[in-house]
């Protein structure tokens, strides 16, 4: 199975900083990541997929890079709305997926 | 426009088993395979497993493979997660989710399952 990590665990910065969380595949996974937003009682929410394309309707302050085995994940101004959890997860084979641990994102 | 409706909160006894459903509707049910990730208690999200609508067949992860089921009901386009010997470690939110790789946008309301004695 297909492992990921993540980094840090969690953060704490001011509004409008910039904010990068990284993630790293056990093995190649070739550009299958997604990133997703989670907010407490509610579903998680896409926000990047196939590591670098944005979802329609996120803002543009999200932006995700990376392929292999090492991704990133960048708020480039971060906003009081965007504290929430943030996950990599991976799709390499359709058959089985993993999310990794998560970042949580709290406001200095 | 596609709705995944999941079924209410549910409270187990330690040992038994709870089944949580998820409708589907503004799409074609038997076109897209239906995935459940959960989130337990002060954990992260971790995925179930996925069931293909039209075959019926299904995959799961290891870690749920001998406890969990994962059925349809085509007719009424409701997806069906059941999960066997529940223990307090089972007490989370369950998802479904329709596809999980780059369409990944469409997920249910979430089911709350307590376990506790």
């Known amino acids: 199975d297909i492992q990921m990590t993540q980094s840090p665990s969690s953060l704490s910065a001011s509004v409008g900083d910039r904010v990068t969380i990284t993630c790293q595949a056990s093995?190649?996974?070739?550009?299958?990541l997604n990133w997703y937003q989670h907010k407490p009682g509610k579903a998680p929410k896409l926000l990047i997929y196939?590591?670098?394309n944005l979802e329609t309707g996120v803002p543009s302050r999200f932006s995700g890079s990376g392929s292999g085995t090492d991704f990133t994940f960048t708020i480039s101004s971060l906003q009081p709305e965007d504290i929430a959890t943030y996950y990599c997860?991976?799709?390499?084979?359709?058959?089985?997926?993993?999310f990794g641990p998560g970042t949580k994102v709290d406001i200095k | 426009q596609v709705q995944l409706v999941q079924s209410g909160a549910e409270v187990k006894k330690p040992g038994a088993s709870v089944k949580v459903s998820c409708k589907a509707s503004?799409?074609?049910?038997?076109?897209?395979?239906l995935n459940w990730v959960r989130q337990a208690t002060g954990q992260g999200l971790e995925w179930m497993g996925w069931?293909?609508?039209?075959?019926?067949?299904?995959g799961y992860a290891q870690k749920f493979q001998d406890r969990v089921i994962m059925t349809r009901n085509t007719s009424i386009s409701t997806a069906y997660m059941e999960l066997s010997s529940l223990t307090s470690k089972d007490t989370a939110v369950y998802y479904c989710?329709?596809?999980?790789?780059?369409?990944?946008?469409?997920w249910g309301q979430g089911t709350l399952v307590t376990v506790s004695s």
């Open positions: 989710t329709r596809d999980l790789s780059s369409n990944a946008k469409y």
């Open positions: 503004g799409y074609t049910f038997t076109s897209y395979d």
């Open positions: 069931m293909n609508p039209n075959r019926g067949n299904s």
């Open positions: 093995q190649d996974i070739s550009n299958y």
């Open positions: 196939d590591a670098s």
């Open positions: 997860q991976q799709y390499d084979n359709l058959l089985s997926f993993t």
